[in-house]
């Protein structure tokens, strides 16, 4: 565990996989926060409302191992949904003021924890791939074999 995070020093994957994973736990957490009664229902029929839940928890613990990995398809893919989130939050928060209202300060936030996600993520996608280490960390041992 201390290697991995000693890795966020160098590696913009595992700043990409701990960025994610912060905004994971936040995005988790304000759900926890608004869940009420109206929303302890059954959709569709058949799918129980804490399955909904149970799959946030589990992305959040899985997508940063693939991130930390270097799987760049996963993190733009991502990246762009984080980006999608932080822009609505913003437009509608924003929304919320030009109407006289009081937006939440956990939302304002969570938008903030958002950005700051998108802008490590994207730098992992756009880095380097032979500083990066994509793939496997064990792959690269950081020598130049073309000299």
């Known amino acids: 565990m201390v290697g991995w995070l000693a890795r966020t020093r160098t590696d913009p994957w595992a700043r990409a996989a701990v960025a994610y994973l912060i905004y994971g736990v936040v995005y988790l957490v304000g759900a926890i926060m608004e869940l009420d009664p109206a929303r302890q229902r059954m959709f569709w029929g058949f799918v129980p409302w804490w ?3 149970a799959l946030g928890a589990a992305f959040i613990l ?4 693939y991130i930390s990995r270097g799987v760049r398809w996963l993190t733009t893919l991502l990246c ?9 939050l913003f437009y509608s928060h924003g929304r919320m003021l030009s109407r006289g209202e009081t937006p939440s300060l956990y939302n304002w936030f969570f938008a903030c924890v958002a950005s ?11 880095s380097d791939p032979l500083i990066a280490g994509e793939g496997s960390p064990e792959a690269h041992t950081g020598h130049d074999d073309a000299n």
């Open 51 to 53: 399955l909904f839940y």
């Open 62 to 65: 899985t997508f940063p191992i």
């Open 80 to 88: 762009l949904g984080v980006t999608i989130k932080a822009l609505y």
């Open 116 to 126: 700051g996600a998108v802008v490590v993520m994207f730098k992992a996608v756009n």
